[in-house]
């Protein structure tokens, strides 16, 4: 088995996902939610309010929607490969900034330029994986690397467990890791030989007959779904840290190491493939949001209790993960020539909801409390489990997985 796995790590699809989940875990797991996770230290350092640190927590999403579709439109001009490049450095140079920070103006300017570099990372990653793996494990692939935030989680939680009150180390290790990550990718992947049609993700040009544009409402709908669960979520990504060790009064250090345990489920994400050939899109969809709607509620009935928190952060972490990974392979089945791009439809989509989840959720902290706040996100996510087309039912991912395709869903016995 060890002799396998190096193996597969040693070949160009294996290297490219290997690095890809690595430069997620930086953009996504450390210089996008590390905020959320540092922000007691932070506040403790620089005089951060509930209200200030959603402002900045909204602005970072913000910057995120402008880079994914920064992104959109660049990739229908040239290679995803510079998209990548321009990703890392974002990345580095805004994680720099907040290592280096000495004001709450600082620190936001770093939050925002690092922030906005998982926004052009994730529609270039899933060009780069559907151009290099084979048909068979593409899906299952987008989904490892998507994983990827959760080992980022992971590591921030570890580093604010072995030394609480130290964050910068963590975003100059962020600055390097993001340049090592995007050479690696750079080298492994077999880049399309051209940029996806200005077209393709629009739903403006005709039908092909091979899924890869189509009408405009099933994706309006999608990036409904994808908005409302993004309000939802960000009171756990934003002030979920603060909610536990303020409110509820919990340890430092313990926080810390349930954040860790939050991250390490949210790498279960992976399976967020497998899900949707299962239960199909419609299913995997309501599962996921109703399952972060649940961490979410659990974490604000009971934010003292260890067992609680570790328990409703570990569902949180898998849940949510696994939820942007059925957006990715939402966006296969609405555009399959230009996954890449209609990705970034949607996690704009979701993010601009983030943004407007955090303003919120710090604002509703502030007057009626961070508990009551969090039940509302608990509610949108509920919401948002409603939100799905109604021939969504009807999507599955075929067995062989080489590929996602619209229609009635039969058992095998069926389809002879």
Known sequence: MAKRSLHLVSTAPGRLVAAGTGLVAVTYG????????????????????????????????AAYCAAALWAQ???????????????AVLAASGALVVGMSWSTWSLAAGVLVAGSAAGAVSP??????????????????????NSGTGIGVALVGAATLAAPDVWRPVWFCAAAGALVTAAVVDRSARWPSRPEGPHEASGTAPDDGRG???PRGPLVRAGLAAAVAGVGSA??????????????????????????????????GALSGDAVRVLGLRGAWVVTAVATAAGTAALALVPGSVLVVALAGAVFGGAYTALSGVLIAWAGVLRAAAAGRTTAVLFVALTAGQAVGALVTGGLSDVVGPQAAFWVGA???????????????SVRVARSGQR???????????RR
Request: hydrophobic share 55%; with cysteine.
């Open 404 to 414: 996602l395709s619209f229609g009635p869903w039969r058992k095998p016995s069926d």
């Open 124 to 145: 270039t990653l899933v060009a780069a994986v559907g151009a290099t793996v084979d048909g068979r494990r593409a899906g299952r692939a987008q989904a490892v690397v």
């Open 73 to 87: 439109r660049s990739m229908a001009r040239r290679p995803p490969r510079v998209v990548v490049w321009v990703a």
């Open 379 to 393: 509610a949108f996510l509920l919401a948002a489990a409603g939100a799905v087309p109604p021939g969504a039912s």
């Open 30 to 61: 450390v210089v996008r939610y590390g905020f959320g996770l540092q922000l007691p230290a932070l506040t403790s350092e620089l005089g951060l309010s509930s209200a200030l640190a959603g402002a900045i927590a909204a602005g970072s999403f």
């Open 235 to 268: 009171a756990v990504w934003t002030f979920g840290r603060d909610l536990v060790t303020v409110t509820g009064g919990l340890p430092g250090r313990t926080t810390a190491a349930l954040w860790c345990l939050l991250g390490a489920a949210a790498v279960l």
């Open 212 to 214: 890869a544009t189509g």
